[in-house]
C-alpha cells in the first residue's frame, strides 16, 4: 500500500529527502509518520504530521534536522533530512494511521510501506 523511496548512502553533513507513496489515496485521508529502524535495534519513531499538517510532532533526535511535509492531493509524504549523522543509519519507514491523531507507538499505525535504507558514512 505505502512505498518508500529516496534512500542511498551519504556522507555526513549531508542532505537527502525521502518520498513516500500510495497510489490508493491513504495518504491524504489519514495521519501519517515516518519511523526507522536501525542496525540491531528496534523500530523507532522519527516524525508525524496530521492530515491538514495543524499538528507535527519529532523525535528529540531529529528534530531541527528533519522536516516531515507532505502534497494530499498527490498522495506523497516526504522526509526532508539535513545534517546527516553516521547514527541516521537505518531503514525508514513511512505509515499510515487512519485515526487522525498524533502518536509515536508504532503499534497505533494501520498501513506500513516496506523501507528504504539510508546509509551515512565516510
Known amino acids: 500500500q505505502l512505498a518508500e523511496s529516496g534512500g542511498r548512502s551519504v556522507q555526513p553533513g549531508d542532505s537527502l529527502t525521502l518520498r513516500c507513496v500510495a497510489p490508493?489515496?491513504?495518504?491524504?485521508?489519514?495521519?501519517m509518520a515516518w519511523f526507522r529502524r536501525a542496525p540491531g535495534r528496534e523500530r523507532e519513531f522519527v516524525a508525524f504530521?496530521?492530515?491538514?499538517?495543524?499538528?507535527?510532532t519529532y523525535a528529540d533526535s531529529v528534530r531541527g534536522r528533519f522536516t516531515i511535509s507532505r502534497e494530499n492531493d498527490a498522495d506523497l509524504l516526504y522526509l526532508q533530512m539535513s545534517n546527516l549523522k553516521p547514527e541516521d543509519t537505518a531503514v525508514y519507514f513511512c505509515?499510515?494511521?487512519?485515526?487522525?491523531?498524533?502518536?509515536?507507538?508504532?503499534?497505533?499505525?494501520?498501513?506500513w510501506g516496506q523501507g528504504t535504507q539510508v546509509t551515512v558514512s565516510t
Open positions: 505509515a499510515a494511521r487512519y485515526i487522525n491523531r498524533a502518536s509515536d507507538q508504532e503499534n497505533d499505525f494501520d498501513a
Open positions: 490508493d489515496g491513504i495518504i491524504r485521508t489519514s495521519g
Open positions: 504530521m496530521s492530515r491538514l499538517g495543524r499538528e507535527i
